[in-house]
């Protein structure tokens, strides 16, 4: 084993409790962060015989995570059972992409995902648009073209100026009465026993964000919350905000 894949492992031992992986081969532009690699993430969950939504949410979260975190998005978005599009940032494995696509059948789900080594994967979705995915914006999507645009567990750990950036490009791609989602951590995630062991953890990775700042900013830019819904994240948790645009 060569020095830099010894160093590699000793980062991915530190990183594991948070679910995420350095990978080879990674940009180094700060807002594209690193995730799980796909070759050995399907490999553990094939070993494990469990699908990769299962492997993930028993690595990252909790058993029945993902499918707990669709139905309530679904539930407050009540987008019915067809859409025209769907826009996800970030999908990585693709688990909560393949809930939306089997709920609400749109004719097409763009993606934006930095993580090439999950793209095979993600190009077998039904009616996938892979985007060109600069780390920043949704350049390649039309204003007002969605009626969906979401990201899961990506605004929990990219630097907070590239959250801004694409909660700005949310709200421009999707149309009126059409639908905003993501999580992120924030106030009312922190309580005292979890800010505890994230310290005495050094857990380096998370970002906290305002929700006051985050609903005033999100307001002023024609997104009105319909309300959240609070997803299990390993060692605490995110809130998932849902906001109809005017
Ligand atoms: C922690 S993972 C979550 C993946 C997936 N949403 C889930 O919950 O299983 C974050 C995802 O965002 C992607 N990502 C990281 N930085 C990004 C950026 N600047 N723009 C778009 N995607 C990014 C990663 O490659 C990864 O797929």
Same mark, same amino acid.
């Given at each position: 084993?060569?020095? =830099?894949?010894? *160093?590699?492992?000793?980062? %991915? &031992? *530190?990183?594991?409790?948070?679910?995420?992986?350095? !990978?080879?081969?990674?940009?180094?532009?700060? @807002?594209?962060?690193? $995730?799980?690699?796909? #070759?050995?993430?399907?490999?553990?969950?094939? #070993?494990?015989?469990?699908?990769?939504?299962? /492997?993930?949410?028993?690595?990252?979260?909790?058993?029945? @995570?993902?499918?707990?975190?669709?139905?309530?998005?679904?539930?407050?978005?009540?987008?019915?059972?067809?859409?025209? &599009?769907?826009?996800?940032?970030?999908? +990585?494995?693709? &688990?909560?992409? @393949?809930? !939306?696509?089997?709920?609400?059948?749109?004719?097409?789900?763009?993606?934006?995902?930095?993580? +090439?080594?999950?793209?095979?994967?993600?190009?077998?979705?039904?009616?996938?648009?892979? #985007?060109?995915?600069?780390?920043?914006?949704?350049?390649?999507?039309?204003?007002?073209?969605?009626? =969906?645009?979401?990201? /899961?567990?990506?605004?929990?750990?990219?630097?907070?100026?590239?959250?801004?950036?694409?909660?700005?490009?949310?709200?421009?791609?999707?149309?009126?009465?059409?639908?905003?989602? $993501?999580?992120?951590? %924030?106030? %009312?995630?922190?309580?005292?026993?979890?800010?505890? %062991?994230?310290?005495?953890?050094?857990?380096?990775?998370?970002?906290?964000?305002? #929700?006051?700042?985050? =609903?005033?900013?999100?307001?002023?830019? +024609?997104?009105?919350?319909? +309300?959240?819904?609070?997803?299990?994240?390993?060692?605490?948790?995110?809130? =998932?905000?849902? $906001?109809?645009? @005017?």
């Amino acid at each position: 084993m060569s020095v =830099l894949s010894a *160093a590699r492992d000793g980062v %991915n &031992r *530190a990183l594991r409790p948070f679910g995420v992986q350095m !990978v080879r081969g990674h940009s180094d532009d700060p @807002a594209i962060q690193p $995730f799980l690699s796909a #070759r050995r993430t399907l490999a553990a969950a094939r #070993r494990a015989g469990v699908s990769v939504e299962d /492997h993930i949410d028993r690595y990252s979260a909790a058993a029945g @995570a993902t499918a707990e975190t669709v139905d309530a998005l679904l539930r407050l978005a009540d987008l019915g059972e067809h859409v025209e &599009r769907v826009c996800e940032i970030g999908p +990585g494995s693709g &688990r909560y992409a @393949a809930r !939306v696509t089997a709920a609400t059948h749109p004719d097409a789900y763009e993606i934006y995902e930095t993580a +090439g080594d999950w793209l095979p994967r993600l190009r077998s979705l039904p009616n996938v648009v892979v #985007r060109p995915a600069d780390g920043h914006t949704l350049s390649a999507t039309a204003t007002g073209s969605v009626d =969906l645009a979401h990201a /899961h567990k990506v605004f929990v750990y990219i630097p907070l100026v590239v959250t801004v950036g694409y909660l700005d490009e949310m709200a421009r791609v999707v149309r009126p009465g059409g639908i905003v989602a $993501f999580d992120v951590v %924030n106030e %009312n995630c922190l309580d005292a026993a979890t800010t505890k %062991n994230w310290v005495a953890s050094g857990a380096t990775l998370y970002g906290m964000i305002s #929700r006051t700042w985050l =609903l005033d900013r999100l307001a002023q830019r +024609g997104l009105s919350l319909l +309300g959240s819904h609070f997803v299990p994240l390993s060692g605490g948790r995110t809130e =998932l905000l849902v $906001f109809r645009r @005017a």
